[in-house]
C-alpha cells in the first residue's frame, strides 16, 4: 500500500501547492532578539494531509501565523501555488483553535459560514446555499438557524471548519484544533477531517503537539524541534485513505514512526 | 427504576396528591397558569411596594405642610392634574422631549462614528485621549448658558447642548468596546480578508455592542439633566421653561409638580431602553455572556 502510494505522489508533485523556504522569524531586536524559527523549509503538495508536530512552545503557532500571512517573516518566503505571499491569502483559510472564540455569536451559524464569502461579494442567495451545502459536510445540515452558543463544543468546531471549507480555499492552516474538546469528539472530528479531505481533496496543514494525532491523520508527518524551531524530520506515514480509530493505530508502522518520532523530539 | 423514582422530584401518583390537583385545577385555570400569574403578581409587588411607601409617606408627612416650599403632595398632584389636563404641561413636554430625542440621536450617531474611529486607529487615538478627557471632566451643565450664547436662543442650540453632553459616554463606551473585540475574532476577520466596511458593521460593531448601549444608558439620565437646565436660560417652552416659570412666581406646587413628572419620564424612559437593550442585544444576553 505504502509502496503504491510512494510513486504516484511523486508524480504529482511536479510542484509543490505550497513551500516555505529558509523562513526565519525572530521576535525583538539586538540583545533582546528572540530567534522562533530558524532556516526553515518545508513543502506541501495538493491534496496532501501534513501534519506539523512538536513540543509546547517550539514555534508552531508563530509557524502558522506565518503561514496564514498574520506576521511578516524576517526572512524567507511562503508560496502558495508558486507565488509567495505578503499577507492573508485568498487560498489559505486558518481553523483557529478556539471555536468558542472564533465563531462571532451574533450571527447564527449559517451566517458565520457564509460571511467570509459575503467578504468577497458573494452574492447572499449563493452564499447561503454555499454555507448550508457545506454544514452539511461537516453533519450540521438543517442546523443553520441556531447560534454558536446554542451547541456543543465539537459541534462550534464543526462550524468553523464548515467556514473554512466555505471560503472554497487551497489550502486549510488547522491550528491544533481539537485541543479543546473531549476525547470521544476529537476521535470523531479527527475521522470528520479525513472524510472531508478524502472527499474534498482539499490540501491540509493541521498543527499539533500530539504525535498519535499527527500520525492519524496525515500523509506527512514533519517534526519540528530545536531552539530556534527547525525541521528535524519528515515522515510519510503511508496509510493511505482509510484510517481507523483502532486498526490504524494499531499498526505496527505507526508504532515504528511514532518511536522515531519521540527519538528526534528528546534526542533535541 | 427505584434510582429514577429516587430522582425525580415527588410527582404526583394516584393517591391524595393526585386528587388534590385536580381540585385545583376545576377551580380556575391549570395550576401552571396560576402560579405564573401569582408569580407576575409578585414580581410586580417587589418591585412597587417600596415607591408607594415612599409616595405614601411623603403623602401624610407633607398634608398638613404650612411651609411654603414644601406644598402638600396632594397640592401638587392637583396642580399636575390642571396643567396636564389644559395641555400646558403637554405642549411643554412635548417641545422638551423632542429636543432629547433629537440630542440624544445625534450624540448617539457621533459617539459611535467617532468611537469606532478612534478605537480602531491607535495613533489617532493616543492623540485625542487628553483631549477628550478635558471635555468629558467639564461640567455639562456649567456650559449651558456659553453654548446658549454662543449659538443663540432657538431649539438648535438646546440639541447641540444635550447632545455635547451625552455625547461622551457614548464616545468612550464604544472606543471600550472596539478594544475589547476578541483578538481571535480579528484575526478570522483578517485571515479571511473581510473588507473593512463589512468588518466595521459586522465584525466591531457587534461586538462592541453591549458596551456601546451601556454607554447610552449612561447618557439617558445625562441628557435629561441637561434638557430641563437647557430650558432654565432663554427659554420659553418645555419642562424646564416649566419648573423655572412657575418657581419665580412663586407657584411652588407646579415647581414640583414639574420635577416630579421629569422624574417619571426619566422613570418611564429608561424601562423603555431596558426593553429596546433587550431587542437589540438578545444574542448576548441568552448567550450567557451576561
Request: proline share 5%.
Amino acid at each position: 500500500m505504502a509502496v503504491q502510494a510512494a510513486p504516484e505522489q511523486e508524480q504529482v508533485a511536479t510542484a509543490p501547492l505550497l513551500q516555505v523556504q529558509g523562513l526565519t522569524m525572530s521576535y525583538g531586536f539586538g540583545d533582546a532578539e528572540n530567534k522562533i524559527l530558524n532556516n526553515l523549509n518545508l513543502e506541501v503538495n495538493d491534496g496532501e494531509f501534513v501534519s506539523i508536530v512538536g513540543p509546547s512552545g517550539v514555534g508552531k503557532t508563530t509557524l502558522l501565523r506565518v503561514l496564514s500571512g498574520l506576521i511578516r517573516p524576517k526572512s524567507g518566503t511562503v508560496s502558495v501555488g508558486g507565488e509567495a505571499i505578503s499577507g492573508p491569502h485568498r487560498d489559505l483559510a486558518v481553523v483557529f483553535q478556539d471555536y468558542s472564540r472564533s465563531l462571532m455569536p451574533w450571527m447564527t451559524t449559517l451566517e458565520n459560514v457564509a460571511f467570509p464569502l459575503q467578504g468577497r461579494g458573494v452574492g447572499k442567495k449563493e452564499r447561503n446555499e454555499a454555507a448550508a451545502k457545506n454544514l452539511a459536510a461537516v453533519g450540521l445540515g438543517g442546523q443553520g438557524h441556531k447560534y454558536p452558543w446554542e451547541m456543543s463544543g465539537g459541534m462550534q468546531q464543526r462550524v468553523a471548519i464548515a467556514r473554512a471549507l466555505a471560503y472554497n480555499a487551497k489550502v486549510l492552516l488547522m491550528d491544533e484544533p481539537f485541543a479543546s474538546v473531549d476525547a470521544q469528539t476529537r476521535f470523531d472530528l479527527e475521522d470528520l477531517v479525513i472524510d472531508l479531505q478524502s472527499n474534498l481533496g482539499v490540501t491540509i496543514i493541521l498543527v499539533t503537539h500530539d504525535i498519535d494525532e499527527a500520525l492519524y491523520l496525515a500523509d506527512k508527518v514533519i517534526v519540528l524541534a530545536e531552539k530556534p524551531a527547525t525541521v528535524v524530520d519528515v515522515i510519510e506515514t503511508g496509510f493511505g485513505d482509510h484510517r481507523d480509530q483502532v486498526e490504524t493505530k494499531a499498526d505496527p508502522r505507526f508504532a515504528e514512526a511514532r518511536a522515531r518520532i519521540l527519538h528526534r523530539l528528546r534526542s533535541h | 427504576m427505584t434510582e429514577t423514582a429516587l430522582r425525580t422530584p415527588p410527582k404526583p401518583g394516584p393517591g391524595t396528591v393526585s386528587t388534590k390537583n385536580a381540585s385545583v385545577r376545576q377551580a380556575g385555570g391549570t395550576f401552571r397558569e396560576r402560579s405564573r400569574f401569582a408569580k407576575a403578581l409578585l414580581n410586580v409587588l417587589q418591585r412597587t411596594w417600596l415607591i408607594a411607601l415612599v409616595f405614601a409617606i411623603w403623602w401624610t408627612a407633607s398634608a398638613n405642610s404650612t411651609n411654603i416650599f414644601i406644598p402638600s403632595l396632594e397640592d401638587i398632584l392637583l396642580s399636575l392634574r390642571r396643567d396636564l389636563s389644559n395641555g400646558v404641561i403637554g405642549s411643554g413636554a412635548s417641545y422638551s422631549l423632542t429636543n432629547l430625542g433629537a440630542g440624544l440621536l445625534l450624540a448617539v450617531v457621533v459617539g459611535i462614528a467617532g468611537g469606532l474611529v478612534l478605537g480602531e486607529t491607535r495613533r489617532l487615538r493616543e492623540i485625542v485621549d487628553p483631549v477628550i478627557h478635558f471635555f468629558r471632566s467639564v461640567p455639562q451643565a456649567a456650559l449651558v448658558p456659553l453654548i446658549i450664547g454662543a449659538f443663540g436662543i432657538g431649539q438648535g442650540p438646546k440639541i447641540y447642548t444635550i447632545a455635547f453632553a451625552c455625547m461622551w459616554p457614548v464616545l468612550l463606551n464604544t472606543i471600550d468596546g472596539v478594544l475589547g473585540v476578541e483578538p481571535t475574532i480579528r484575526k478570522f476577520s483578517k485571515v479571511y480578508r473581510i473588507p473593512a466596511g463589512l468588518h466595521f458593521r459586522r465584525v466591531v460593531l457587534p461586538a462592541a455592542l453591549p458596551q456601546i448601549v451601556a454607554g447610552i444608558r449612561v447618557a439617558l439620565p445625562i441628557g435629561i439633566t441637561v434638557m430641563v437646565v437647557s430650558e432654565l436660560f432663554a427659554a420659553n417652552k418645555g419642562l424646564g421653561f416649566y419648573i423655572l416659570n412657575s418657581s419665580a412666581t412663586f407657584q411652588v406646587p407646579e415647581t414640583w409638580a414639574g420635577a416630579l413628572l421629569v422624574g417619571v419620564i426619566g422613570y418611564i424612559l429608561s424601562l423603555l431602553f431596558i426593553v429596546f437593550e433587550r431587542r437589540i442585544l438578545s444574542w448576548y444576553f441568552k448567550s450567557g455572556a451576561k
